[in-house]
């Protein structure tokens, strides 16, 4: 490949004397050399580079005018960091140094010698070639380099980009990571916000609750709300009864007049008659002022009597005449007195057994059973605990001054897997207690609960009898001490005295742990 190039390269003879150019002119041609050209005129020599740039130069150096070493210092001049590819030609062997020297590659000898001049003039030809060979590939290697640093740098770029689009969703993903963790922490909390809004959606009133047994319940109330006949309420202790006679109460025409309610069980008998009835002045002994009875009080608006089934027989009677006539007596009144007055009677007694063991008029039960609502005991709807656990903890947060905002998915279920024999009632009074002695804001259930909840798990193994809660074992020993009494409460042979307590606490302990009489 190199050889043809060599045989291509550009020839310039520079010689003052035609002979000598002829004869160069003569050997390159016979060696194969096909672009010789000559000038006799050392002058034009640099212009002449600057059109063809030679590959390679014969200069004579002894030339009138303007010598050889002038041309090469031309040369050099338009070129200086160039190559000048000059073979000087001499006669003076002095010469031949100072022309290395001046920039000149190599010299040839006057006169010429034929292998001398060929063999100088092809090795400089070659290292020309080689050199120029080697200046195309740096090119290309160069363009190469390039167009790759491009290439480079605009994967680079996409690179950079990329990671930074990378970096921008791995962002967004870690906060939605962190979103569904604090959503997720939330869930397993059960956080008991003080929603105002659940309440809103799920109450009736001041009845808590969205199960399906509830819903009956509230379109009950709704249904008979508006009439003016008279409800039984039936359900066990602390199931709500009190709740809903309110309701009906507060959803009536009548909610502008008062709701009048009778416990017959915390009225001592004795004064139950003259409590629902009233009584005139000295009616009995020590009474000493005129009493306007309940019945009286109600009058336009609703009564109810709770634990109508702790009534006595004579008193029920004369609440059969109230209900069927609307007329009562005072007690020591001969006057009848008319009253116009909406009944709500609740119990958690068997009537129907009461009336069997004769201690419940039949009568009576019918005129009371006109619309019966019976409350589900709380064990039978414990989807609603969560719903009221959050109230009563927003309840007695407002009234203790405590903020509990959470409760624990283990307390729930702790709640949820409790039978509740005491209802919502007893519900309450156990997150009372637990918002009082909570620390920090997470609902924390008193160790008594858990006792119970110990309890009940025991009893549905092996031995039901071997642990009991403190709120059993007073459960218990306060009935026994009643049966023992023949369930009489106050006086020398009372219950009271026996447990060492006054008799309206007694009544109100046996109410709150739901002791009645049987
Ligand atoms: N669904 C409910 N939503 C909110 N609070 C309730 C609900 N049911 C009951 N309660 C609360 O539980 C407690 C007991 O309710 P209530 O006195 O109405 O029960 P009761 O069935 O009348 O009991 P008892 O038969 O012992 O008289 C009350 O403090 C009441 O506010």
Redesign the pocket.
């Known amino acids: 490949m190199i050889a043809s190039e060599i045989l291509n390269a550009k020839i310039l003879i520079v010689d003052d004397q035609e002979a000598n150019v002829a004869l160069l002119d003569q050997l390159l041609g016979e060696a194969g050399y096909t672009a010789v050209t000559s000038t006799q005129n050392p002058a034009e020599v640099c212009a002449l580079h600057g059109d063809n740039n030679y590959d390679l130069i014969l200069l004579d150096l002894q030339m009138p005018g303007m010598d050889g070493f002038q041309v090469m210092e031309g040369l050099q001049a338009d070129n200086p960091k160039g190559y000048i590819p000059v073979l000087a030609i001499t006669a003076q062997p002095g010469h031949k140094v100072r022309a290395l020297e001046a920039g000149a590659k190599d010299f040839i000898s006057k006169p010429f010698k034929l292998v001398e001049v060929k063999t100088r003039i092809r090795n400089m030809l070659e290292v020309r070639m080689l050199y120029k060979e080697l200046q195309n590939h740096n090119k290309l290697l160069e363009q190469t380099v390039q167009e790759r640093t491009m290439d480079l740098t605009s994967a680079n770029t996409q690179l950079t980009q990329e990671i930074e689009e990378r970096k921008k969703a791995e962002k967004s993903l870690h906060k939605t990571y962190a979103e569904i963790k604090r959503l997720k922490d939330r869930l397993q909390e059960e956080n008991v916000y003080l929603r105002n809004e659940v309440d809103q959606k799920f109450n009736f009133g001041?009845?808590?609750?969205q199960s399906d047994a509830?819903s009956v319940i509230f379109s009950q109330v709704q249904q008979v709300a508006p009439m003016n006949a008279t409800v039984l309420l039936l359900?066990e202790?602390?199931?709500?009864?009190?709740?809903v006679a309110r309701a009906i109460h507060r959803s009536s025409t009548r909610k502008d007049r008062p709701l009048i309610t009778v416990n017959c069980t915390t009225l001592p008998a004795t004064l139950v008659e003259s409590e629902l009835f009233g009584r005139e002045k000295g009616a009995f002994t020590g009474s000493d002022a005129r009493q306007i009875g309940r019945f009286e009080l109600a009058d336009g608006g609703t009564i109810f009597l709770?634990?109508i089934g702790e009534m006595p027989l004579e008193l029920q009677s004369k609440l059969l005449r109230v209900i069927q006539d609307g007329e009562f007596e005072r007690l020591g009144s001969p006057r009848t007195i008319k009253t116009d007055v909406r009944i709500i009677a609740?119990t958690?007694r068997n009537l129907k057994e009461e009336i069997r063991n004769g201690k419940f008029r039949e009568d009576l039960y019918y005129r009371l059973n006109v619309f019966p609502i019976t409350?589900p005991p709380l064990r039978q709807r414990k989807e609603d605990i969560p719903l009221?656990v959050n109230?009563f903890v927003a309840e007695f947060n407002n009234k203790i001054g405590k903020k509990i905002e959470t409760v624990s998915t283990n307390t729930l279920s702790l709640l949820r897997d409790y039978h509740w024999p005491g209802n919502?009632?007893e519900l309450?009074s156990i997150i009372e207690r637990a918002v009082i002695t909570s620390q920090g804001n997470s609902l924390q259930v008193l160790d008594r609960f858990e006792a119970i909840q110990m309890t009940d798990e025991i009893a549905g193994g092996n031995d039901p009898q071997e642990v009991k809660a403190l709120a059993e074992l007073e459960h218990d020993h306060i009935r026994q001490v009643l049966q023992q009494t023949g369930w009489r409460i106050e006086g020398k042979n009372g219950a009271a005295l026996l447990l060492g307590l006054n008799p309206s606490t007694l009544r109100a302990r046996m109410?709150k742990i739901?002791i009645v009489r049987q």
Do not use: M, P, S, W
């Open positions: 001041e009845i808590i609750g509830l359900g202790t602390g199931t709500g009864k009190g709740v709770d634990e609740a958690n409350l009221l109230h919502v009632r309450e109410r739901g």
